[in-house]
T-cell receptor
Framework: NAGVTQTPKFRILKIGQSMTLQCTQD?????MYWYRQDPGMGLKLIYY???????DKGEVPNGYNVSRSTTEDFPLRLELAAPSQTSVYFC??????????????FGPGTRLLVL | AQSVTQPDIHITVSEGASLELRCNYS??????LFWYVQSPGQGLQLLLK??????LVQGIKGFEAEFKRSQSSFNLRKPSVHWSDAAEYFC????????????FGKGTHLIIQP
């Protein structure tokens, strides 16, 4: 199993550009999440999804959009990139139940720089 | 809403010495509790978790943590650190219901002195 994979690893955007961060998991997890990590601030939840077609906002959703058309994929869309979106973005997944419920399995991250 | 406090931003420990990283949480009931480790430029790896039962939980790489309900704490310990333990450590709390994600502390940066 590859686990959670994210692309790209690193990207530089100009202010006002848009891009999509890709996230795929092969663990058949129902729940998927997007977090952003800023220095000294821990991780903040952007959006999450409990299954295909169902998404919900987290703590810091402004400036982002998500979709979930399949169990495996959970892309994060940035529209009109701003310098405040410079961050490291992590995708995670977790099972719906069992002993691993709420346990987040993380991808390697996407480092985004907006100039 | 839940919250997590990791009081120590940086901790320096000599190789071979014992380690304790502090974590305090705020939540109305007993939450799910986690410790993750992040090496530079890497994602987060689960060290251990507490769901219920025995309040002393064992994790990978020789780490353990103890849940103390009376103190709302979930401190991480290791009896003897290795240079490879140098990393960022995050404590996180999850609500028992719902599918929303975890709330993370701001992290503790562990430095190992030779």
């Amino acid at each position: 199993n590859a686990g959670v994979t994210q692309t790209p690893k690193f990207r530089i955007l100009k202010i006002g550009q848009s891009m999509t961060l890709q996230c795929t998991q092969d663990m058949n997890h129902n729940y998927m999440y997007w977090y952003r990590q800023d220095p000294g601030m821990g991780l903040k939840l952007i959006y999450y999804s409990v299954g295909a077609g169902i998404t919900d906002k987290g703590e810091v959703p402004n400036g982002y959009n998500v979709s979930r058309s399949t169990t495996e994929d959970f892309p994060l869309r940035l529209e009109l990139a701003a310098p405040s979106q410079t961050s490291v973005y992590f995708c995670a997944s977790s099972p719906r139940g069992g002993t691993d419920f709420k346990t987040q399995y993380f991808g390697p991250g996407t480092r985004l720089l907006v100039l | 809403a839940q919250s997590v406090t990791q009081p120590d931003i940086h901790i320096t420990v000599s190789e071979g010495a014992s380690l304790e990283l502090r974590c305090n949480y705020s939540y109305g009931a007993t939450p799910y509790l986690f410790w993750y480790v992040q090496s530079p430029g890497q994602g987060l790896q689960l060290l251990l978790k507490y769901f219920s039962g025995d309040t002393l939980v064992q994790g990978i790489k020789g780490f353990e943590a103890e849940f103390k309900r009376s103190q709302s704490s979930f401190n991480l310990r290791k009896p003897s650190v290795h240079w490879s333990d140098a990393a960022e450590y995050f404590c996180a709390v999850g609500a028992r219901g719902g599918a929303d994600g975890l709330t993370f502390g701001k992290g503790t940066h562990l430095i190992i002195q030779p």
